[in-house]
């Protein structure tokens, strides 16, 4: 399921992809302000690894491979008023050089030792950039 308009809950996956670096890379939507996790809605009769990885070579033009599952977050979507997202977290590896692409406007590496001065959708904010702070 993609999204569940009668409870109001955009079902995605989204990778959380680290380099050497202890940088995060994140993407901007065209038409968005908010930085987030590369990642998509679940299509109907998808899994959401197989949506993952899709989502990934269309938005940023590189293969991946899944190291792990993080686990399933509920928190307001970023660009949907009125709607919350659940969202299903993977790390996840990529080979290639990565490149914006498809509805993506924007994307960066955003080193997580370093101030963050950018908006940041919820999902990203409240969950992955603490989780992955905690660890450096």
């Known amino acids: 399921m993609t999204i569940d308009l009668d409870r109001k809950i955009i079902y995605v996956a989204a990778a959380v992809i680290v380099d050497a670096k202890q940088r995060i890379l994140l993407v901007r939507k065209k038409n968005t302000a908010f930085f987030m996790q590369v990642g998509g809605k679940i299509e109907p009769n998808e899994s959401a690894q197989l ?7 269309e938005e940023i033009q590189v293969t991946s491979e899944i190291v792990s599952d993080l686990g399933i977050i509920q928190t307001q979507a970023a660009n949907e008023a009125g ?4 969202a299903h977290l993977f790390e996840v590896n990529i080979f290639g050089e990565p490149k914006p692409s498809a509805e993506i406007a924007e994307m960066l590496w955003l080193d ?4 963050i001065s950018i908006p940041l959708a919820p999902l990203t904010k409240d969950f992955v950039i603490p989780k992955l702070q905690n660890n450096i």
């Not at 997580?112 to 101030?115: A, D, E, K, Y």
Request: aromatic share 6%; proline share 0%; net charge neutral.
């Open 51 to 57: 949506a993952l990885q899709r989502e990934i070579a």
């Open 83 to 86: 709607f919350s997202l659940q």
């Open 112 to 115: 997580l030792t370093q101030s």
